[in-house]
């Protein structure tokens, strides 16, 4: 048999890749063996480490191209509906109603519980997603400063807030588990609210 093609490739990394997030995630990063997911996708441990060095490597990859993945969608569709407010709760229930969920939140807690395995991991976590997701709001700041919506001087100061605050705060909470996984009426409730308060600073007549 000759060699696969391009999309056959493609195709098996992407069931490697399912089947490692399912089984990191039934029985964590230690008890998790490499032969445990070759033989869950069906596949020789071999052609595994053909794509992934080890088992730590096949974990990053996990988390990143989940990341990457949900951040790319959100990319093509920023709400754009011609009023801040509307377009700052749009984009944060988006994020939340995906941050939020049982198996993201099972992921957060996968990587808190290994975080000192990966200490690069948490560079490259800020750099993949807090950043990237900073930039989302960004440009919604950016257009409603045009639009003379909001006045601020600083968008990626502003931008910085407004995730700390309104996403990764609710996020945390449900990954402690402190509040329940899920975007629930109650998360709702207090995201428009922040969303709110949010808005109002950035209309205060002196600039930030």
């Not at 990143?64 to 009023?83: K, V």
């Not at 045009?146 to 931008?159: L, Q, W």
């Amino acid at each position: 048999m000759g060699r696969p093609t391009r999309q056959a490739s493609m195709a098996l990394s992407r069931k490697i890749l399912r089947t490692a997030r399912q089984v990191f995630l039934e029985e964590g990063f230690v008890r998790t063996t490499t032969e445990r997911i070759a033989e869950r996708a069906a596949i020789s441990k071999r052609t595994l480490y053909t794509r992934y060095r080890g088992k730590s490597a096949l974990f990053e990859t996990v988390i990143l191209a989940e990341i990457h993945d949900r951040l790319n969608d959100l990319e093509q569709d920023i709400p754009d509906l011609g009023d801040v407010t509307q377009d700052l709760a749009a984009l944060a229930e988006n994020l939340l109603s995906w941050m939020l969920s049982d198996i993201h939140i099972a992921m957060e807690r996968a990587v808190m519980a290994e975080a000192s395995r990966f200490p690069a991991l948490a560079q490259k976590l800020y750099e993949f997603g807090f950043i990237r997701t900073t930039k989302l709001v960004v440009r919604v700041l950016e257009r409603a400063d045009e639009r003379g919506e909001i006045a601020v001087s600083d968008t990626d100061f502003a931008a910085e807030q407004f995730v700390s605050v309104v996403i990764l705060s609710p996020f945390r909470r449900a990954a402690l588990g402190i509040s329940d996984a899920g975007f629930t009426p109650e998360t709702a409730e207090r995201m428009n609210r922040s969303v709110h308060l949010f808005v109002h600073g950035c209309r205060s007549s002196a600039k930030i």
